[in-house]
Structure formats: structure tokens, C-alpha cells
């Protein structure tokens, strides 16, 4: 297992910059999620950290040991991509046994090893059929069981369930966590999407243009987010964020005033509150008053929302809540669960 640093990481293409000055420890066995949108720098980072980019700036050591020189193929990782990656024309078994036979590893050792890594990810009764015969999910199983097979160091999960649908995504995940936790392999894994960060992650360091925002348990940044930007990217739906001015500890926006939320007063401020932090009130009586803009019946609960000025603001309300559209509304905020950003720099106040 392994330990993983990261010094200053930087990677520029000429005055374009992917990474910028990136400091992260990630811990034995850990299961370290990057999370940001397209563009942020979460690839590239894991990239440099497997050897396939090298750093324009900065430092990578795994255990200690500096390995910005060392090639990839000698670093110990794992590489698990979005594609599959499979040779078609190779079995499973083979498939699953190519990397063995790349790395030297004694033949009698081969058919014991690629069966235990089938077992892993319950591929056993799959090993003598080609790629192509099995669905995706079993694709993708069989690309995990070809990094698993020689134990590395340190797994590299490049949005392996992207390709994926929604029932498998779901399947996979709890596959993932179960096998990571089995293996107790440090594992760095690269998504967009918050849902698969937020249940497979020890960690998550939420990224954008190029920086780490936060870096947090799903706990901590979910509950205490530092920013704006991680306030809004993670949470489905997002926390909602309502623009307005604080005058003597009062919040004021567009049909919204909530009393007793900060101190003082202030101009430019950005209130956020997230949906299960917010209960349907009569009309008139609540902290936001407007009228009903949508109304979205998820089975387990009913999605509400309103206008405030231009923003759209969303409550979970119960399963069984129902009211006809444009008829007036009001939302009542938990005070205890607001927050207050500064709107130029997006910073928490």
C-alpha cells in the first residue's frame, strides 16, 4: 500500500494552465475522490500522478519517494479508464492475465492470481468468453479485475462509470467501495459526479480551474462548504443561492428577508440554503414569499419551487404535497442550517 504527495503539482501548456500549485496528501489506503466540472484539473492531476503527464511544476513522491522522474510503468499504479480497454479478441482470462505477463510475473503464478482478481469482482464463471458477449457492467468488471490482479500500490480511476447506466452506476459503486475497502489499496478516482464522490469517498477534494476549492470527508464539504462554488456543485439538487444584502444581521433579497442570520450589515452577499432545509409555509408567512414555479414528483418526495427575483429556489417538500402552478407560496429556512457568502469573492463569511 501507499502513501501519495503531492508538492506544488503544477502542469502548464505554454500560458494555458491545467494545475496550479496543487498540495495534497492522500493516505495509506485512503480513497481519495477528485470531484469538479470539465476542465478543472482532476485528470491531469491523476494523470501526472501515474506517470502520464509530467509535472511543470512541483513534486509527486509515493511513500516518500520522489517519482517525478521514475516512468510510469515502474511506479506501482493501476490505471482503471472510463473505456473498458479490453483486447477483443482475448478472453477475459487473458485479458485479466495480460498485465502479469507484462510485468514478468512467474507463469506458474498466472491462473491462481487471475482467479483470485475474477473472484474479487464475481467474474468467475465469465473467464472464457470474449469482451464482447458480456454486458457493461461485466466490462467494466473485468477492466477492475485487470488492476486488481497484481496488487499494486495505488489504484487510478479515471470515471470508470461513465458509460454506465443509472442501475449499474448504482450496482458499481457499492462494488467499488466493497472491493477497496477488501484490498485496502490507496485508490485516487477522478468523477464530475458529486452522488459517486459523496458515497465512495474517504476524502474529496472538489477542484476548479485548476486549484482544490475544498478538501474534506462528504460530511464536511457537504455541511460546511467554503465557497460558493463547492456550495453549488455539491448537493442534488444544489444548495440554493439567493443574492441580496444584510442589513443589521438580516438577510434581504428579492421576496425574501430572513431575520437573526448574521451580524451587522453588509452590501453583496449571497445567502445559501439547501432543499431538505427548507419547509412550504402559507403564503405570506414564510422567509421567501412568492408563488409556486414548479412542481416535480420524485416518488419519495416532491421537489417545489419558486422565484426569488431571477433565481429559482427548490424545497423538498413531502411525497404527497401537490398545488396548483402560479398560486402564491412561501418557504420558511432553517436559520441554523444558512449560510452567508461573500458574492465578489465567493468566499464564506
Same mark, same amino acid.
Given at each position: 500500500?501507499?502513501?501519495?504527495?503531492?508538492?506544488?503539482?503544477?502542469?502548464?501548456?505554454?500560458?494555458?494552465?491545467?494545475?496550479?500549485?496543487?498540495?495534497?496528501?492522500?493516505?495509506?489506503?485512503?480513497?481519495?475522490?477528485?470531484?469538479?466540472?470539465?476542465?478543472?484539473?482532476?485528470?491531469?492531476?491523476?494523470?501526472?500522478?501515474?506517470?502520464?503527464?509530467?509535472?511543470?511544476?512541483?513534486?509527486?513522491?509515493?511513500?516518500?519517494?520522489?517519482?517525478?522522474?521514475?516512468?510510469?510503468?515502474?511506479?506501482?499504479?493501476?490505471?482503471?479508464?472510463?473505456?473498458?480497454?479490453?483486447?477483443?479478441?482475448?478472453?477475459?482470462?487473458?485479458?485479466?492475465?495480460?498485465?502479469?505477463?507484462?510485468?514478468?510475473?512467474?507463469?506458474?503464478?498466472?491462473?491462481?492470481?487471475?482467479?483470485?482478481?475474477?473472484?474479487?469482482?464475481?467474474?468467475?464463471?465469465?473467464?472464457?468468453?470474449?469482451?464482447?458477449?458480456?454486458?457493461?457492467?461485466?466490462?467494466?468488471?473485468?477492466?477492475?479485475?485487470?488492476?486488481?490482479?497484481?496488487?499494486?500500490?495505488?489504484?487510478?480511476?479515471?470515471?470508470?462509470?461513465?458509460?454506465?447506466?443509472?442501475?449499474?452506476?448504482?450496482?458499481?459503486?457499492?462494488?467499488?467501495?466493497?472491493?477497496?475497502?477488501?484490498?485496502?489499496?490507496?485508490?485516487?478516482?477522478?468523477?464530475?459526479?458529486?452522488?459517486?464522490?459523496?458515497?465512495?469517498?474517504?476524502?474529496?477534494?472538489?477542484?476548479?480551474?485548476?486549484?482544490?476549492?475544498?478538501?474534506?470527508?462528504?460530511?464536511?464539504?457537504?455541511?460546511?462548504?467554503? !465557497?460558493?462554488?463547492?456550495?453549488?456543485?455539491?448537493?442534488?439538487?444544489?444548495?440554493?443561492?439567493?443574492?441580496?444584502?444584510?442589513?443589521?444581521?438580516?438577510?434581504?433579497?428579492?421576496?425574501?428577508?430572513?431575520?437573526?442570520?448574521?451580524?451587522?450589515?453588509?452590501? !453583496?452577499?449571497?445567502?445559501?440554503?439547501?432543499?431538505?432545509?427548507?419547509?412550504?409555509?402559507?403564503?405570506?408567512?414564510?422567509?421567501?414569499?412568492?408563488?409556486?414555479?414548479?412542481?416535480?414528483?420524485?416518488?419519495?418526495?416532491?421537489?417545489?419551487?419558486?422565484?426569488?427575483?431571477?433565481?429559482?429556489?427548490?424545497?423538498?417538500?413531502?411525497?404527497?404535497?401537490?398545488?396548483?402552478?402560479?398560486?402564491?407560496?412561501?418557504?420558511?429556512?432553517?436559520?441554523?442550517?444558512?449560510?452567508?457568502?461573500?458574492?465578489?469573492?465567493?468566499?464564506?463569511?
Amino acid at each position: 500500500m501507499a502513501s501519495i504527495s503531492l508538492k506544488s503539482i503544477s502542469k502548464a501548456w505554454g500560458p494555458v494552465v491545467g494545475v496550479d500549485a496543487v498540495d495534497l496528501d492522500i493516505r495509506d489506503k485512503e480513497f481519495m475522490v477528485f470531484l469538479g466540472p470539465s476542465g478543472c484539473g482532476k485528470t491531469t492531476t491523476m494523470r501526472m500522478i501515474a506517470g502520464l503527464e509530467d509535472p511543470t511544476g512541483g513534486d509527486i513522491l509515493i511513500d516518500g519517494e520522489k517519482v517525478n522522474d521514475v516512468d510510469a510503468r515502474d511506479r506501482d499504479v493501476a490505471m482503471v479508464f472510463q473505456s473498458y480497454a479490453l483486447y477483443p479478441n482475448m478472453t477475459i482470462y487473458e485479458n485479466i492475465r495480460f498485465p502479469l505477463r507484462m510485468r514478468g510475473i512467474p507463469r506458474d503464478k498466472h491462473d491462481k492470481m487471475v482467479r483470485e482478481a475474477a473472484d474479487i469482482v464475481e467474474l468467475g464463471d465469465y473467464l472464457d468468453r470474449k469482451p464482447r458477449a458480456l454486458s457493461g457492467g461485466q466490462r467494466q468488471r473485468a477492466a477492475l479485475a485487470r488492476a486488481v490482479v497484481r496488487h499494486p500500490r495505488v489504484f487510478l480511476m479515471d470515471e470508470p462509470l461513465s458509460n454506465l447506466d443509472a442501475k449499474l452506476r448504482l450496482t458499481m459503486r457499492a462494488q467499488l467501495k466493497h472491493i477497496q475497502r477488501r484490498l485496502e489499496t490507496t485508490t485516487v478516482y477522478v468523477t464530475h459526479d458529486q452522488i459517486e464522490a459523496m458515497t465512495l469517498a474517504d476524502r474529496i477534494a472538489i477542484m476548479n480551474k485548476g486549484k482544490i476549492q475544498q478538501l474534506g470527508t462528504p460530511d464536511e464539504v457537504y455541511n460546511n462548504p467554503a !465557497n460558493v462554488f463547492v456550495a453549488g456543485f455539491i448537493g442534488s439538487p444544489p444548495m440554493n443561492l439567493i443574492k441580496g444584502d444584510l442589513d443589521n444581521g438580516a438577510f434581504t433579497g428579492a421576496s425574501t428577508r430572513v431575520p437573526g442570520i448574521g451580524q451587522g450589515s453588509r452590501k !453583496n452577499v449571497i445567502l445559501g440554503v439547501r432543499p431538505e432545509d427548507i419547509s412550504v409555509a402559507e403564503p405570506g408567512h414564510g422567509h421567501l414569499n412568492s408563488v409556486l414555479y414548479s412542481l416535480e414528483p420524485t416518488g419519495d418526495q416532491t421537489l417545489v419551487s419558486a422565484l426569488a427575483g431571477e433565481q429559482m429556489v427548490v424545497a423538498k417538500g413531502s411525497r404527497s404535497f401537490r398545488q396548483t402552478l402560479e398560486t402564491p407560496i412561501g418557504f420558511t429556512f432553517d436559520v441554523a442550517r444558512c449560510f452567508l457568502f461573500d458574492a465578489a469573492s465567493g468566499e464564506r463569511i
